[in-house]
């Protein structure tokens, strides 16, 4: 098992459980990403820098993650694409993705777009808090725990 991580976007406070967490258990813990990136001198985390270009890092840990990894993603296609390898996928707010309910959020996903794109909507989610920091610590001690 391996945690990958779209780290581009990924929270500071996320990485920062991340990095706790891979020291702790050992796990590698695999940051992807466009643009260098400050990481703890650890053995069990890395930092793969891919070039900058529309989903260059996506299509990294796609074609890099095995079934049971873990992947931390907010963009939900990349969600999707590592269900069906038969990876984990989590967005940092804490919310697992699984196989029952990608296709729905995948269908929010795009209204939302259309929405935007219309003017009828804008704006991003409200700012990343505690309790969601929490349901995302929970969520992954609960996944590397099955390992």
Not at 112 to 139: C, I, W, Y
Request: aromatic share 4%; glycine share 6%; proline share 4%.
């Amino acid at each position: 098992m391996q945690i990958w991580v779209d780290s581009d976007a990924c929270p500071v406070a996320i990485k920062q459980i991340l990095f706790k967490a891979s020291r702790r258990t050992g796990v590698m813990l695999t940051l992807v990403a466009n643009h260098s990136q400050s990481i703890p001198n650890d053995k069990s985390i890395r930092l793969q820098l891919v070039e900058k270009g529309f989903d260059v890092a996506d299509n990294f840990i796609v074609k890099n993650v095995v079934e049971r990894d873990i992947v931390v993603t907010g963009d939900i296609p990349l969600a999707a694409e590592v269900i069906e390898l038969g990876a984990i996928a989590i967005n940092p707010r804490g919310e697992l993705y699984t196989q029952e309910t990608i296709r729905s959020r995948l269908n929010m996903r795009d209204f939302m777009e259309v929405m935007r794109d219309t003017g009828l909507a804008s704006g991003g989610p409200a700012p990343l808090g505690t309790k969601e920091k929490q349901r995302f610590a929970n969520h992954l001690d609960t996944l590397l725990a099955k390992r």
